[in-house]
C-alpha cells in the first residue's frame, strides 16, 4: 500500500525552486540597486576621497606639483578666517531657519483653511523654487541700492532710515531675507501636504469638545507635525550651511567679511584670490563643513527617531484644554 501524503507537505515548494526563486528575487533588486550604488560611488564618495585627500597638500589652483603638508592645512584655515566664515555661517544658518520655518509653517496654516480661491494661491509659493537664483539675486541687489532701490524707496515714504549693503548687519539681513524668500516656499509645500494628512476626526472631536484654534494647534497638529518639522529643519539647516548665491550676488562677501561664510571662503581660497589662495585651504574647509553638516544632520535625525509623542498629547487634549 503506497504510503500517504498529507496536503501540506505536498502544497510545499521543493528547495530547488524555493532557491530559484529567492536568486530571481536578488537579481531583481541587484538590477535596480547596483547603477545607483555605482552612480553614488562615482559621483560622491570618490569626489569626497579626493577632497580629503587634498586637503593634505599646500599648493595654488595654478600649481602643478603640491607639497604634502599633513593636517597644517586645518590649522591654517582658522589663520586666515576661516573660523570667522564659520561664525558667519552659523548665524546665517540661525536666522535663515527661524524665517522659513515660521514663515512656511504660518503661511502653511492660512492655505490649511478651506476658502475660495486659495488653491490657486498656493502656485505663486513655487515661484521662487523655479526662477534661476542668479537672476533673482540680481532684482534683490538692485532692491538695495540707495536712494533708488524698491526697498529704500518705500522705507523713504514711510519715514524710515535706509538700509545699505554697506553695512554689516543691513547686509545679513539682507542675505537670510532672500535665502529665506527663495526656499520658505519649499517649506510650505511640504508643511501643507502634512496638514492634509493630519487625522480630521481627532482634530473636528476636539473642535466639538471646545477647544479653539490655537488650542487644537497647540495640542494637536504641532504634535502630530513633529517629524514632519524635524525633516524641513534638516532640510533648512542644510540648505542655510550651503549659503553662497546671494551671497556672491548681493555682498561678495562684505563688507570687511561680514556676510563670507563657509562656502564663500571655499570658493574664494580656491578661485577668488588667484596664484595668492589656497587648493588645500579650500579643500580643508570643504571637509570641515562637510564634518558640520554630518554632525547636525545625525543629531537631528537622532531627535527624529524618538517615539513619536503625538498619541500621547491627542490623548491628554482633554485634561489639558480643560485646565487652558
Same mark, same amino acid.
Do not use: C
Given at each position: ?32 540597486? *547596483? ?15 579626493? %577632497?580629503i585627500?587634498r +586637503?593634505?597638500?599646500?599648493?595654488n589652483?595654478?600649481?602643478?606639483? *603640491? ?6 592645512? /586645518?590649522r591654517e %584655515?582658522f589663520?586666515t ?10 548665524? /546665517?544658518t ?5 524665517? &522659513? ?10 492655505? $490649511? ?14 515661484i521662487?523654487? &523655479? ?11 538692485? @532692491?538695495?541700492?540707495?536712494g533708488?532701490?524698491? @526697498? ?9 532710515g535706509? %538700509?545699505?549693503?554697506?553695512s554689516?548687519t543691513?547686509a545679513?539681513?539682507a ?15 511640504? /508643511? #501643507? ?7 480630521? $476626526?481627532?482634530?473636528?472631536?476636539a +473642535?466639538? $469638545?471646545?477647544? +479653539? ?10 504634535? #502630530? *507635525? ?21 551671497? =556672491?550676488?548681493?555682498?561678495n ?11 564663500? =571662503?571655499v =570658493?574664494?581660497?580656491?578661485f577668488?584670490?588667484?596664484?595668492s ?5 579650500? $579643500? ?7 564634518a558640520? +553638516?554630518?554632525?547636525?544632520t545625525?543629531t ?8 513619536a ?16
Amino acid at each position: 500500500m503506497p504510503p500517504i501524503r498529507s496536503k501540506a507537505r505536498r502544497s510545499m515548494p521543493r528547495p530547488s525552486i524555493a532557491r530559484r526563486g529567492r536568486a530571481r528575487h536578488w537579481g531583481t533588486a541587484s538590477a535596480f540597486v *547596483l547603477p545607483v550604488l555605482g552612480l553614488t560611488v562615482l559621483f560622491s564618495v570618490v569626489p569626497l576621497v579626493m %577632497v580629503i585627500r587634498r +586637503s593634505l597638500y599646500a599648493g595654488n589652483i595654478f600649481g602643478t606639483n *603640491l607639497t604634502f603638508s599633513g593636517l597644517a592645512n /586645518y590649522r591654517e %584655515v582658522f589663520a586666515t578666517g576661516g573660523g570667522h566664515a564659520l561664525i558667519v555661517t552659523a548665524v /546665517y544658518t540661525a536666522g535663515f531657519v527661524a524665517v &522659513v520655518m515660521g514663515l512656511g509653517g504660518g503661511i502653511a496654516l492660512l492655505l $490649511d483653511v478651506k476658502l475660495p480661491g486659495l488653491r490657486q494661491v498656493r502656485a505663486f509659493f513655487v515661484i521662487p523654487l &523655479v526662477v534661476p537664483p542668479v537672476a533673482t539675486a540680481f532684482i534683490w541687489f538692485t @532692491f538695495f541700492q540707495p536712494g533708488t532701490g524698491l @526697498f529704500n524707496r518705500a522705507l523713504a515714504a514711510a519715514g524710515l532710515g535706509q %538700509v545699505s549693503l554697506s553695512s554689516a548687519t543691513d547686509a545679513m539681513i539682507a542675505v537670510i531675507a532672500f535665502g529665506a524668500w527663495q526656499f520658505f516656499g519649499e517649506a510650505v509645500l511640504l /508643511y #501643507l501636504a502634512a496638514l492634509k494628512t493630519l487625522p480630521r $476626526d481627532v482634530l473636528d472631536a476636539a +473642535s466639538v $469638545d471646545g477647544a +479653539s484654534a490655537w488650542q487644537r494647534l497647540r495640542w494637536i497638529r504641532w504634535p #502630530l *507635525l513633529r517629524h514632519q518639522t524635524a525633516l524641513i529643519t534638516i532640510v533648512a539647516t542644510l540648505t542655510g550651511l550651503q549659503a553662497f548665491t546671494q551671497i =556672491y550676488i548681493l555682498t561678495n562677501g562684505g563688507p570687511q567679511g561680514a556676510t563670507q561664510t563657509a562656502l564663500y =571662503y571655499v =570658493y574664494d581660497q580656491a578661485f577668488g584670490l588667484g596664484a595668492s589662495g589656497s587648493t588645500g585651504l579650500a $579643500d580643508a574647509m570643504s571637509v570641515i563643513l562637510f564634518a558640520i +553638516s554630518l554632525i547636525v544632520t545625525m543629531t537631528q535625525l537622532a531627535l527624529i527617531s524618538r517615539p513619536a509623542r503625538g498619541a500621547q498629547a491627542t490623548r491628554t487634549v482633554p485634561a489639558r484644554m480643560g485646565r487652558a
